[in-house]
């Protein structure tokens, strides 16, 4: 399956610094990309979908200018936590979806990175 | 507001015990549902995507169904190693985007 790469996989910051999450589609091209947050034993809640090329569309209550997401290219989004303080700290998991034509029907499949442990402290 | 509703939330087996795991959704233009698998500390890793009643979709011990309100994923005779969180997603479209929702997920543990 394709593959997509989130990078750092663990950080941790000193509270009111800045954090940059880069999230790449190694083998494919993404023009939406999703951000989530995961708190421990709940499910991904999505923050915002990143688009290729123009601004992001973020969920309701998801502060824009703390989560900054960047799409400047096809291959590549970043999420940016800013000013984190240790209520940001989450498990944090980018996906692209891909279409392709299999079976004599478009099947689109999403996959996830590996995921960033970010702790404030 | 589109909701997916995962049973049970955690699930014990025997190895060689067969269950299935429950994802119960409404959503208004229902575009995928899909199945992930996820380890502690990792992220999804995709099994199945089911797009229209009936659909089945098989994978080594593991098979999904889909109907109009609701999708299991059987698994037969598991093994230690499918012990893992199982999520649910689907895809509902919104304006001009197709916006995932996902279920809080089914906790597996397989003893040996």
């Known amino acids: 399956g394709a593959v997509v790469s989130q990078h750092p996989s663990r950080v941790i910051c000193k509270s009111g610094t800045s954090v940059k999450i880069e999230c790449r589609s190694l083998?494919?091209?993404?023009?939406?990309m999703f951000w989530y947050r995961q708190f421990p034993k709940q499910s991904l809640m999505l923050m915002a979908t990143?688009?290729?090329?123009?601004?992001?569309?973020?969920e309701q209550g998801v502060e824009k200018d703390k989560f900054l997401i960047n799409h400047a290219s096809l291959t590549l989004s970043t999420l940016t936590v800013t000013s984190a303080h240790p209520e940001d700290s989450s498990f944090y998991i980018c996906?692209?979806?891909?279409?392709?034509?299999?079976?004599?029907?478009?099947?689109?499949?999403?996959?996830f990175g590996q995921g960033t442990r970010l702790t404030v402290v | 507001e589109d909701q997916v509703t995962q049973s049970p939330e955690a699930l014990r087996l025997q190895e060689g015990e067969s269950s299935s795991l429950n994802c119960s959704y409404t959503?208004?233009?229902?575009?995928?549902l899909f199945w992930y698998r996820q380890d502690p500390g990792k992220g999804p890793e995709f099994l199945f995507t089911?797009?229209?009643a009936g659909e089945e979709k098989e994978k080594e011990r593991l098979k999904a169904t889909l109907t109009k309100k609701e999708s299991f994923l059987h698994i037969t005779a598991p093994k230690p190693e499918d012990s893992a969180t199982y999520l649910c997603?689907?895809?509902?479209?919104?304006?001009?985007?197709?916006?995932?929702?996902f279920g809080r997920g089914t906790s597996l543990i397989v003893h040996p």
């Open positions: 996906s692209a979806t891909v279409t392709i034509w299999r079976r004599d029907k478009w099947n689109t499949e999403a996959f």
């Open positions: 083998d494919f091209q993404a023009t939406t």
């Open positions: 990143s688009n290729e090329g123009s601004k992001a569309t973020y």
């Open positions: 959503v208004s233009g229902l575009r995928g």
């Open positions: 089911l797009y229209s």
């Open positions: 997603a689907v895809q509902a479209r919104s304006g001009g985007s197709y916006i995932p929702t």
